[in-house]
């Protein structure tokens, strides 16, 4: 069974910069779409980034320009360097994996938080104003 551990969580100032990580036990994930999505104190989880199978990048309009999802070529691990840190950015990061699924998947779906099967422990990130 595939296991997603996140790392690269910390405190940083406003304006700063954190690599997040996401990689992935057993089998890798490269028949999947993996995203991050965050959840901030007393708010609902909420979508930040996705990257399909067959490599499309989706990311919230409220990270555009900030936040870059990518992921190695053995297909290991999925990052999400985020630039420009603001205090509305601090939540737990999530990273999480879909089914086995086609290399197409739309932002829709990938939005939609139901469309993941799997998922990491969280990494806290704090940004300090």
């Known amino acids: 069974q595939v296991q997603l551990v996140e790392s690269g969580g910390g405190l940083v100032q406003a304006g700063g910069s954190l690599r997040l990580s996401c990689t992935a036990s057993?089998?890798?994930?490269?028949?999947?779409?993996v995203g991050w999505l965050r959840q901030a104190p007393g708010k609902a989880r909420e979508f930040v980034a996705a990257?399909?199978?067959?490599?499309?990048?989706y990311h919230a309009d409220s990270v555009k320009g900030r936040f870059t999802i990518s992921r190695d070529n053995a297909k290991t691990t999925v990052s999400l360097q985020m630039n420009s840190l603001k205090a509305d950015d601090t939540a737990v990061y999530y990273c999480?994996?879909?089914?086995?699924?086609?290399?197409?998947?739309?932002?829709?779906?990938?939005?939609?938080?139901?469309?993941?099967?799997?998922w990491g422990q969280g990494t806290q990130v704090t940004v300090s104003s």
């Open positions: 057993g089998r890798t994930i490269s028949v999947a779409a």
């Open positions: 990257i399909s199978r067959g490599g499309e990048l």
């Open positions: 999480a994996k879909t089914p086995r699924m086609a290399f197409y998947a739309s932002r829709a779906y990938l939005s939609d938080q139901t469309s993941y099967g799997t």
